[in-house]
């Protein structure tokens, strides 16, 4: 079982700003948070990682707060070539992982109008 | 200059029959994986191998055999192929040092057993 929770869908047009939640109740404290964006047919890409606070790069940032419980994806100004499936993944690496920690959960299909 | 690359993308046979899967990266890295991604999109860790030695292995049944000559390749065989088996397979690696060791995948094979 994935140890992530996230909506299942969200509809947004393009230009405006979409934002992913993702809860993580039983994060551990050498977890780090990193999305990954997959579109048909390909295998999942990363975005961004984060362990703390808020982290931005040239696609998206990442806000996670204090009790580190939950974190959110937020993709700017998104366009419809942003229609894709994104993951929430929180792990350690290969040797904290324990079983499912490496298992993605079934991410959020974002599907972006014109 | 894929950065990970797996053969074939699309491999469809008959129940019972034995196939193997192929994965090659060319980033560096010391660790690869096996997921495989059920119809509900949910991606399952399955194998993963950190130069050449096997450190996560999956409730897979035995029928799923990883092979890693070396760090830059890890395939996967499967024997007495079932339907049940019919399902996305990706491969990714990763470099485990520091805090930033994103997974990076492969375009996936798509196995198909009728």
């Known amino acids: 079982l994935a140890k992530t929770t996230q909506p299942i869908s969200m509809d947004s047009y393009e230009g405006q700003e979409v934002n992913i939640t993702c809860s993580h109740n039983?994060?551990?404290?050498?977890?780090?948070i990193t999305w990954y964006q997959q579109f048909p047919s390909q295998g999942p890409r990363f975005i961004i990682q984060?362990?703390?606070t808020k982290v931005t790069n040239e696609v998206a940032s990442l806000f996670i707060p204090a009790d580190r419980k939950s974190s959110t994806l937020s993709l700017p100004r998104v366009s419809l070539s942003d229609t894709a499936v994104y993951y929430c993944?929180?792990?350690?690496?290969?040797?904290?992982?324990?079983?499912?920690?490496?298992?993605f959960g079934g991410g959020t299909r974002v599907l972006v109008k014109p | 200059d894929t950065a990970v690359s797996q053969t074939p993308k699309y491999l469809v046979t008959q129940m019972g029959n034995d196939k193997s899967i192929k994965c090659e990266q060319n980033?560096?890295?010391?660790?690869m994986y096996w997921y495989k991604q059920d119809s509900k999109k949910f991606l399952k860790i399955m194998f993963s191998?950190?130069?050449?030695?096997?450190?996560i292995n999956e409730t897979v049944p035995n029928r799923f055999s990883p092979k890693s000559p070396d760090k830059a390749h890890l395939n996967l065989h499967i024997n007495s192929l079932e339907l049940g088996d019919s399902a996305v397979y990706f491969c990714?690696?990763?470099?485990?040092?520091?805090?930033?060791?994103?997974?990076?995948f492969g375009s996936g094979t798509r196995l198909t057993v009728v």
């Open positions: 990714a690696s990763s470099q485990v040092a520091g805090y930033n060791y994103g997974y990076t």
């Open positions: 039983n994060i551990a404290t050498n977890d780090y």
């Open positions: 984060g362990y703390k």
């Open positions: 993944l929180v792990d350690g690496g290969p040797y904290k992982a324990a079983g499912n920690k490496l298992t």
């Open positions: 980033l560096g890295h010391d660790t």
């Open positions: 191998y950190n130069n050449k030695e096997l450190i």
